[in-house]
């Protein structure tokens, strides 16, 4: 038999020199992919000019459903559509606003960071009914919550005029209407744009598309609280009409809109809430008081217990970590939400938690925190997990155990049919859902569904394979691993 000792040795050569390998789920996979902030630029001060749209139906607090279309102009004015709805799909229109004004850009915000400050000016906003029954609605709103100058605005009986303007606020005339409707544009005083490349998805084409995404101040979830608020989180981003994602069914239709035609988004499948499997956030979320994380969660239907990981930042990229919390417990079947339409209401016990402090600013605040509130008194450090169920949670982090939260989901399917896992947004003022009465009526970022249950390959792929990309974007094959070529010359080959 040929002497091969100059193949085993150039294999080992190669495998040496080669990283070691090890497999990677692909939840871990996307969060490690959430870390990685040179995909996403954000300017400051952004550049504002151009049209912005929904890429779907938004659920603000209350609830509301609507659609937005914001125009900014080089010389600091802006036009701005609000397109409200009676249903989650937006597709039953109520009424429409037309906002006018002008947008004042400031400094960096000292509260969150990444954002820019601004101030702005309402000049006009107009409203069009889109139907008797709201019409008489906001007529009545109005009419019984609004000072002397509004008391009149629509006499009772009025007949609907389809298409009639109808003005809620003049700056020239110092009328304002706007406050039955909870109605302000706080939203603009914490601006931020980001942009990042979305992999071109057709065969034939190679390379990336620019995406560009505005980021605005959050809605209070309390209705008394959100005329007064100043955001310190951001809502759901709008995209650039020119540079957005694609496929994107409602960006062409909202962008056609106006506040005669307002947009009729498409017919979406109702899915069944199937909460088994994994999920993960889609990209670093913000939270109002400064909080960026992201959050991984895993449901056993089988017996109805949960796990999540919730991942703390100090900056708006997440690459900065501050603390881990692992928290478990178990939920409630859920029901259908007679308050938010197409919601499903649960309720979660969680029995156990544990903490890791990962900078440290958070391990000083930790082990400084009273004896008996948190783990055991001054052993926290950092990289080092610690369970703090037998403290009752942990006071410095507003952790209480165990603790009941009602909350509101919603499951969907986004335009790549990638299922998407909506929760309820947390109270503003960083309280917990922890009474049937503050249930959430609104959703934060959705999660993306990562693995079913249980976690597991959706086929074989060799483990080089996993993870790396080709040009379009996809899962790319990738060669066998040097030490695999190994193993399979040592079984082909004999020594004398």
């Not at 607090?61 to 989650?88: C, H, I, M, V």
């Not at 009914?129 to 109005?142: G, L, R």
């Not at 996809?474 to 060669?479: F, M, Q, S």
């Amino acid at each position: 038999m040929v002497r091969c000792w100059w193949l085993a040795g150039l294999l080992v050569a190669c495998a040496a020199a080669e990283p070691p390998l090890r497999w990677e789920p692909r939840c871990r996979q996307q969060l490690r992919h959430l870390q990685d902030g040179a995909r996403i630029a954000a300017r400051l001060p952004p550049r504002l000019e151009g049209r912005w749209v929904s890429t779907g139906c938004e659920v603000r607090p209350g609830p509301e459903f609507l659609t937005r279309s914001y125009l900014f102009y080089a010389n600091r004015l802006f036009k701005a559509y609000q397109f409200y709805y009676w249903d989650p799909s937006c597709r039953d229109p109520s009424y429409s606003l037309v906002i006018k004004g002008k947008l004042r850009l400031r400094q960096a915000s000292w509260i969150t960071r990444g954002a820019t400050e601004a101030d702005y000016h309402l000049h006009k906003v107009g409203i069009v009914f889109h139907s008797q029954k709201a019409m008489q609605e906001v007529a009545s709103w109005i009419n019984q919550t609004s000072g002397e100058g509004c008391s009149g605005f629509l006499p009772p009986g009025r007949t609907w005029a389809p298409g009639a303007l109808y003005e809620l606020l003049s700056a020239k005339t110092e009328r304002d209407c706007t406050a039955a409707l909870g109605f302000a544009m706080h939203e603009l005083s914490l601006v931020r744009v980001e942009k990042h490349y979305q992999p071109l998805l057709q065969v034939q084409q190679s390379g990336s598309r620019l995406v560009e995404e505005l980021y605005l101040g959050d809605i209070h979830t309390e209705w008394v609280e959100r005329l007064h608020y100043r955001p310190t989180g951001y809502q759901r981003p709008m995209q650039s009409a020119l540079h957005h994602v694609h496929p994107c069914p409602a960006c062409g239709i909202i962008y056609r809109a106006d506040e005669h035609h307002p947009p009729i988004l498409p017919v979406r499948a109702q899915l069944p809430m199937q909460l088994s499997g994994s999920w993960v956030s889609t990209h670093c979320e913000v939270r109002p008081a400064v909080l960026f994380l992201t959050r991984y969660f895993i449901f056993h239907g089988n017996n109805h217990t949960w796990e999540g990981y919730y991942y703390h930042y100090s900056d708006p990229l997440c690459k900065q970590p501050t603390f881990t919390i692992y928290a478990s417990g178990h939920y409630t079947q859920g029901i259908p939400s007679a308050k938010v339409r197409g919601g499903t209401e649960l309720a979660f016990k969680v029995t156990q938690a544990r903490v890791t402090p990962m900078d440290p600013v958070t391990v000083m605040m930790l082990n400084s925190s009273e004896p008996g509130s948190c783990g055991l008194t001054s052993s926290w450090s950092a990289g080092v997990e610690q369970d703090i169920t037998p403290t009752n949670g942990c006071l410095a982090l507003g952790i209480k155990l165990p603790h009941t939260e009602y909350e509101l989901f919603k499951t969907e399917q986004d335009t790549k049919d990638r299922s998407l896992l909506y929760i309820g947004e947390r109270p503003t003022d960083g309280s917990s859902p922890d009474s049937p009465d503050k249930r959430p009526t609104s959703y934060q970022a959705p999660l993306i569904q990562c693995a079913g249950a249980p976690e597991e390959f959706s086929g074989y792929v060799s483990l080089k394979y996993l993870g790396k990309k080709d040009a379009n974007g996809n899962e790319a094959l990738k060669p066998l691993p040097v030490a695999f070529l190994l193993f399979i010359a040592l079984l082909f080959f004999r020594w004398d």
